[in-house]
């Protein structure tokens, strides 16, 4: 569904991919490796192989709710708006993947 | 988007739409009035018209996270699984919307 592996990165621990606060327009896919998301300098996710961290600036047009950074080396994917909205349009099993991690942080977020 | 409006009806102050714990397949959106939703007791969201409520139990198949009740005399259109799909596969609008909602009440849940 995203593109293919030649469009995957890789970035080293430690690598910040968005700090709370920045204006973004970037969803990052994981392919490999772990990312924190971290609020007022205490984790509140971690994301692994799967996983998707950003979409949230994506769709709101809001800065970036959390920081996030690589815990591991991590290969990952950058997914743009207009890729983004392409995803939307033509996938909605991607539509209904991007909601399903949404549920499951507002359901973490509310215990 | 929704069916049309002889598919809305009109549920008096205090009707409850679903409590905390359910489980639910039916996802409201609000076409007058108002709903409320509470978690343990307290107040976290009022919805008004153009509003939807009770989606994340479809996304994710979850109990009900919250408690939501009419808050005025309020028209309401019931949105189940099948038709919810339909609209995420035919509408990349209505999912544009759905994660839109979401994405604000993350923000909200984590302030």
């Not at 490796?33 to 709101?60: C, F, N, Q, Y």
Request: overall charge negative; hydrophobic content about 45%.
């Amino acid at each position: 569904m995203f593109r293919s592996s030649h469009d995957a990165e890789v970035v080293p621990a430690g690598f910040v991919l968005f700090e709370e606060g920045d204006t973004g327009e970037i969803m990052f896919a994981i392919a490999d490796g772990h990312v924190e998301l971290t609020h007022r300098g205490a984790v509140i996710e971690k994301i692994g192989p799967g996983g998707i961290v950003g979409e949230m600036a994506l769709i709101d047009d809001s800065p970036r709710s959390a920081t996030a950074a690589a815990a591991t080396e991590t290969r990952l994917v950058r997914v743009d708006r207009e890729h983004f909205m392409y995803l939307v349009q033509e996938h909605p099993t991607f539509a209904l993947q991007v909601m399903s991690v949404m549920a499951e942080r507002l359901r973490k977020a509310n215990h």
